[in-house]
């Protein structure tokens, strides 16, 4: 049980344009879902929490119109990186945490290449 | 934003040899984790520690949360090759439903 899949597991785009990841929590429900972003040889470094049907909470430093979190239901958050740029290719690491539990189960994460 | 230190960054170790690296905070937590990451993969959870002091066993893996809530370290004993990995240490400060502030890293690798 507590399985959390990121789709896609790889995506390439162009500088400039929009990308989407999908973060969903398979057998169980979250209220809260965290987004991490990590660079190669590096740690993983939260970007937003995200709350099923409010606003997320960003990180200092994380732009909140260049990175939009929507969590519509409480099995599926997505992160869009809007207008995509090079310095934003990184390893997307999606968890989500069990209504009234205490752990965060991650997810596979979502390399994003923009070229 | 904040991070944890951990040492040492890299271990270079034999099969069957025990392992041990640390974890420091300038701040206190409540909680400590720690994660194994594979190449590519999202990090699992090893073992949560929830009180000052305590020393908890996950099979050949031992962690203790320091007394001060500003440390903790992992021990693997009689390392195998899937130990490979990358460990972070995590601190959390409210159980739960806080966000988790990661460790530096330890990158481990085990020489044939």
């Known amino acids: 049980g507590a399985v959390v899949s990121q789709h896609p597991s790889r995506v390439i785009c162009k500088s400039g344009t929009s990308v989407k990841i999908e973060c969903r929590s398979l057998?169980?429900?979250?209220?809260?879902m965290f987004w991490y972003r990590q660079f190669p040889k590096q740690s993983l470094m939260l970007m937003a929490t995200?709350?099923?049907?409010?606003?997320?909470?960003?990180e200092q430093g994380v732009e909140k119109d260049k990175f939009l979190i929507n969590h519509a239901s409480l099995t599926l958050s997505t992160l869009t990186v809007t207008s995509a740029h090079p310095e934003d290719s990184s390893f997307y690491i999606c968890?989500?945490?069990?209504?009234?539990?205490?752990?965060?189960?991650f997810g596979p994460g979502t390399r994003l290449t923009v070229l | 934003g904040q991070q944890l230190n951990q040492s040492p960054q890299s271990m270079f170790i034999q099969e069957g040899e025990d392992v041990s690296m640390n974890c420091t905070s300038s701040?206190?937590?409540?909680?400590w984790l720690w994660y194994k990451q594979d190449p590519g993969e999202g990090p699992v959870l090893l073992i949560a520690l929830y009180k000052a002091g305590e020393l908890t066993s996950n099979g050949r893996l031992t962690a203790q949360f320091g007394i001060t809530r500003k440390d903790s370290f992992l021990n693997i004993s009689a390392s195998i090759p899937s130990d490979v990995g990358i460990y972070f240490c995590?601190?959390?400060?409210?159980?739960?439903?806080?966000?988790?502030?990661f460790g530096t890293g330890t990158r481990l690798t085990i020489i044939p």
């Open positions: 701040s206190i937590f409540n909680t």
């Open positions: 995200s709350n099923e049907g409010s606003k997320a909470t960003y």
């Open positions: 968890s989500a945490r069990t209504s009234g539990g205490y752990e965060q189960f």
């Open positions: 995590a601190g959390q400060l409210i159980l739960g439903n806080e966000k988790l502030t």
């Open positions: 057998d169980f429900q979250a209220t809260t």
